[in-house]
Nanobody, 120 residues
Framework: QVRLVESGGGSVQAGGSLRLSCAVS????????MGWFRQAPGKEREGVAR???????SYADSVKGRFTISKDNAKNTLSLQMNSLKPEDTAMYYC??????????????WGQGTQVTVSS
């Protein structure tokens, strides 16, 4: 069974950096698309960044220039490098994946999440 496990969350001061990782297991096939999402208490879940099978990526306007999504195909791992963190980046961060060809909009597999807390 496919499983996604996030790691790398923690507490950091504003302006600092964190690198999140998401390990994919349970399959020998790489996802068509993967993404990072976040949800703060009382807020709706929002997409942060996505990357498809070819390596093409996209970002939410709020994180452009600060976050970088990447994947390590050899390790079957997704990463999110977060720089210049702001208090408003505080949220539970989730990785997600889809093996459905042609879409980066719907994700059928989700990790449990890792907490990111940014203090001012």
């Amino acid at each position: 069974q496919v499983r996604l496990v996030e790691s790398g969350g923690g507490s950091v001061q504003a302006g600092g950096s964190l690198r999140l990782s998401c390990a994919v297991s349970g399959t020998s096939y790489r996802p068509y698309c993967m993404g990072w999402f976040r949800q703060a208490p009382g807020k709706e879940r929002e997409g942060v960044a996505r990357i498809d099978r070819s390596g093409s990526s996209s970002y939410a306007d709020s994180v452009k220039g600060r976050f970088t999504i990447s994947k390590d195909n050899a390790k079957n791992t997704l990463s999110l490098q977060m720089n210049s963190l702001k208090p408003e980046d505080t949220a539970m961060y989730y990785c997600a994946a889809t093996w459905r060809v042609g879409t980066c909009r719907e994700f059928e597999y989700w990790g449990q999440g890792t907490q990111v807390t940014v203090s001012s």
